[in-house]
């Protein structure tokens, strides 16, 4: 799968240093200039409610784009399964797993996030340790076969973008924080408890955070 315009390993530091007020400090948190392979965590106060409480993965993040998918918005009502029935794809097989809005951006378009026991050769990119992004026919035809599907995946309409140096700016002004993914974030079903959980895994609590205005 070839990078995408639109919208990196670095560690995180344990003990998040407080701001006045009891927010926290996301230098503190977000530590490097490339977040490809992180996730993304929406700063409360998100001046756009498709990123409110928002957890996303970061798919590509370079000089001059960034791209990721939303984890944790399901889309009401929509299933692999009824989502397959609606593009004539064949349903036998399919999960009943829901189908998540990942981004505002090309939101006809399916992006299967997945584990890496999966792959197409050129389509399949590799996001970070253990996971991959897929956006072929041939990944959807996947998923209605349990010999050939992924051994954990999300499928997500559309994706969220950012041009150059937009993401940076971003972080500089506090709109997101970043930890380390897991596959619990990635592909568990508990998506009100996903942008707390990924919180405490930078040692943040809902309450010691300040609103702050941003954009995404």
């Given amino acids: 799968m070839g990078k995408r315009r639109s919208d990196t390993d670095g560690p995180e530091n344990d003990d998040p240093v407080p701001l006045a007020g009891g927010g926290v400090d996301p230098s503190a948190v977000v530590d490097s200039d490339f977040l490809e392979g992180r996730l993304l965590i929406a700063m409360p106060g998100i001046d756009d409610p498709r990123f409110d409480r928002a957890v996303l993965m970061v798919c590509v ?53 997945h584990t890496d026991d999966y792959s ?14 897929t956006d072929t026919r041939e990944v959807l035809d996947a998923l209605t076969d349990t010999d050939r599907r992924p051994r954990r995946f999300a499928l997500a309409l559309g994706y969220a973008g950012w041009g150059a140096g937009q993401l ?35 040692g943040v609590t809902p309450d010691r955070l300040s609103t702050q205005a941003g954009r995404a």
């Avoid at 989502?83 to 992006?111: C, M, N, S």
């Avoid at 050129?122 to 992004?133: F, K, N, Q």
């Avoid at 700016?169 to 990924?198: H, I, M, N, S």
């Fill in 168 to 202: 940076e700016r971003e972080l500089q002004e506090g709109v997101w924080l970043a930890c380390d993914p897991d596959e619990e974030l990635l592909f568990g079903d508990d998506y009100e408890g996903k942008w707390t959980r990924a919180l405490a895994k930078i």
């Fill in 61 to 113: 993040h370079d000089d001059g784009q960034a791209m990721a998918i939303t984890v944790n918005r399901p889309l009401e009502g929509l299933t692999v399964k009824s989502l397959f029935a609606k593009l004539g794809i064949q349903t036998d097989g399919a999960p009943e797993t829901a189908v998540l809005f990942g981004g505002p951006v090309e939101t006809v378009r399916g992006y299967v996030l």
């Fill in 120 to 133: 197409t050769t050129g389509s399949t990119l590799r996001v970070a340790p253990g996971v991959a992004l």
